[in-house]
């Protein structure tokens, strides 16, 4: 059933009640129902009608539209009509999920295409399901969310011990139980063995009731079936598949993951949601370390071997104990006191792991690959044994290949410190995988709330040149919402440091500021290290109920956030660029006023200059910086901004503590104050006289 809303006092009503049980009103048909911007906050305020019947301009779109979503909707369908991708920024609004969706589907249906949806956040994947479930009142229409074995799984998914564990190796152990569960021998599924009988059951629940992720879950789990080998079996008999993005930038599980929709041969249209992310994912994905931990546990998994050899008398202990010697050392001798990391110069690990063992480098290569294969070997007597499957040892001889196979120019190698010891790190500063997908699709729909300047995206995901890129503004008021900065103050790291009174004069004008209204505030700080810094003066100086955003404590951020949405006057701490900033909605009262205290740029270190000069070389001198530096630390801003104003009827202001904002006022629509807090109380008595 549909949420609906009535349409005489737009309070939510039940499912399958006559009467608005509210105001007592009949309920028919032309109740209301929430569209896609309002991400699923069922309220009481204006919201968009569904349609009854199908509308030739666009077949697959449920609701009235509002301005500009046809003209999006057009756009999307021509491009890929055409083969063309298309960039797009959306802001809020627009309604991104509803009019990708509603385009996509005319499109996909008429070419055979399977839609695959990607998403950052359950949350958004969601979203997706309850606007596919308003497009089936229309249209006939399917959608399934698929996530990771370690989510879905029954087995793995509330242990914390498999959350970082290598999906090959979380694979090999399913195989394994799957194996013995046909065998019916002991060690096996239970959920496994009854999946099959129960498919049928689930994919009708699938297209009759368009599940959330979780419900979903829970509905396999009830029936004693896995929910991870159901989706894996039904994804291919659905139009629309939701998946996070590691199923399309990990080349093993992107290569799994299509094979079970029907094999690479199969046509698919890429819808990527929150693209902006979708770079850094990228550059991630291909990223890894090889840490001190990850040495010292294959060590200690060597004791339990017979010293087996991995080449030519080279004994795998000793193999991996030099290993960490040559670590040691050249940190100990690379990284002076003040300083934490040193880029390495090519051969720096390898050339002193060869000497020590007379090895040349394919003969380092194949002792890699035997300690590899006496992992997976390890692994197998494991789980034979009923026992943890995990091998450290193997997971480390993956790491050492990776690592030999990462000396190019995409790959900034570097040894580096922490409290817990030294590590080598590989990172990618190009991901090219992605990219050779990217290039090979006939059309794909990137999109986001945030992504100008548009030509960085699809210059660095490498799209075609005639990709189309376009920019729609919000249809909510402008009058709406009011971005003031100020130019007294900034978080400047050497303006700073040389003037000691500038983190109390920044600490004063938020006090002032938090104190000067009786609104739900959020307070976003350029690194936890300030906030920290700063949280015993604003505790003292703020007469108001004050909440956290915790480093490392999700749970416990959560229980403070949901406390804060329910208070009319409570003021959240946060971090730019956060869960908070970016992945929440705060509709309504929720959210009023926020507080940007600087501008976040990211820490200098030795990827991101690498990264600088390899995009100056490319796309000339500046370009650079400005895509490394000044793009991500403005789309945090506004990503800030942008919690602000999520419905129509949301009235919010922003104030910028930094006064480097006036070099970027234009984009940010931010106007020079020289009294903030007499703006922010205008901006808010203004409210009540509307």
């Not at 819808?271 to 001190?292: G, P």
């Not at 040193?342 to 051969?347: H, I, Q, S, T």
Request: net charge neutral.
């Amino acid at each position: 059933m549909k949420a609906m809303f009535c349409t005489y006092c737009k309070s939510l009503t039940v499912p399958g009640q006559e009467r608005c049980r509210i105001c007592g009103k009949i309920l028919d048909d032309a109740a209301e129902s929430n569209q896609s911007s309002l991400m699923g906050f069922e309220s009481a305020r204006p919201v968009t009608k569904l349609v009854i019947k199908e509308n030739p301009e666009a077949p697959y779109m449920p609701y009235e539209f509002r301005e500009g979503q046809l003209e999006i909707i057009n756009d999307i369908r021509a491009a890929l009509d055409q083969k063309r991708h298309i960039v797009m920024e959306s802001g809020t609004g627009t309604g991104k999920t509803i009019v990708s969706l509603a385009a996509g589907l005319e499109h996909a249906k008429k070419t055979g295409k399977k839609i695959i949806y990607l998403t950052r956040t359950i949350s958004q994947s969601d979203q997706v399901m309850k606007e596919l479930k308003a497009i089936s009142n229309i249209k006939q229409v399917s959608g399934i969310t698929i996530t990771g074995r370690n989510k879905s799984c029954p087995l793995f998914n509330n242990n914390e011990e498999y959350d970082h564990v290598l999906p090959n190796v979380l694979s090999m152990l399913c195989d394994d139980k799957k194996v013995k569960s046909l065998r019916n021998s002991s060690g096996g599924c239970r959920y496994f063995d009854k999946t099959k009988g129960a498919i049928d059951q689930i994919e009708d629940y699938c297209r009759k009731s368009f599940p959330k992720s979780e419900e979903l879950d829970k509905y396999c789990e009830d029936l004693g079936a896995c929910p991870y080998e159901a989706k894996k079996i039904l994804m291919k008999n659905f139009d629309v598949i939701v998946a996070p993005y590691i199923h399309i930038l990990s080349e093993d599980i992107r290569t799994n993951f299509l094979t079970n929709l029907g094999g690479e041969d199969v046509p698919i249209l890429l819808i990527v949601d929150e693209a902006h992310n979708l770079i850094d994912a990228a550059r991630e994905q291909e990223s890894f370390i090889i840490s001190m931990q990850m040495i010292d546990s294959a060590i200690d998994e060597c004791s339990a071997l017979i010293k087996p050899e991995l080449y030519d008398g080279v004994i795998i202990d000793d193999f991996i104990k030099h290993l960490k010697l040559v670590v040691r050392q050249m940190a100990i001798k690379n990284i002076p006191l003040g300083k934490s990391e040193y880029k390495l110069p090519v051969g720096s690990i390898e050339a002193p792991m060869m000497t020590k063992f007379d090895m040349n480098r394919s003969e380092l290569n194949m002792a890699i690959n035997k300690m590899i294969d006496l992992g997976e070997n390890r692994m197998d007597a494991l789980i034979d044994n009923n026992e943890q499957g995990i091998s450290n040892i193997y997971v480390l001889g993956i790491a050492l290949k990776n690592w030999m196979m990462s000396e190019d120019d995409r790959y900034v190698r570097s040894i580096k410190t922490k409290d817990d010891g030294e590590y080598l790190s590989a990172a990618c500063i190009d991901p090219s995988d992605i990219v050779k997908f990217m290039q090979g699709l006939s059309g794909a729909v990137h999109m986001s709330g945030t992504l100008q300047p548009l030509e960085q995206y699809y210059k660095v995901m490498g799209l075609p040149k005639n990709t189309l890129a376009r920019t729609y503004p919000s249809p909510f008021p402008k009058e709406n919402r009011s971005v003031v900065y100020v130019d007294d103050v900034t978080t400047k790291y050497d303006v700073m440091n040389a003037d000691p009174s500038m983190s109390s004069r920044i600490e004063k004008k938020i006090a002032k500021l938090c104190n000067s209204v009786e609104k739900n505030t959020l307070v976003f700080f350029p690194s936890y290290k300030m906030m920290k810094g700063m949280r015993p003066f604003l505790e003292r100086d703020i007469d108001r109920d004050l909440y956290w955003e915790e480093g490392g404590q999700t749970k416990k951020t959560m229980r403070s956030l949901e406390i804060f949405r329910k208070s009319p006057d409570g003021v959240f701490f946060c971090v730019m660029g956060g869960s908070v900033a970016e992945g929440m909605d705060f509709p309504g009262d929720e959210l009023c006023f926020a507080i940007i205290v600087g501008i976040q740029f990211p820490p200098p270190s030795l990827e991101l200059k690498a990264m600088v000069d390899m995009f100056d070389s490319r796309y000339g001198q500046g370009m650079g910086w400005k895509y490394m530096n000044e793009v991500p630390a403005m789309r945090k801003i506004r990503q800030a901004i942008g919690r602000l104003i999520r419905t129509e009827t949301d009235r919010g202001m922003a104030v910028i503590l930094d006064s480097r904002v006036s070099r970027y006022q234009r984009q940010l629509e931010a106007t020079l104050s020289d009294d903030p807090v007499r703006d922010v109380v205008q901006f808010f008595v203004d409210e009540r006289k509307s």
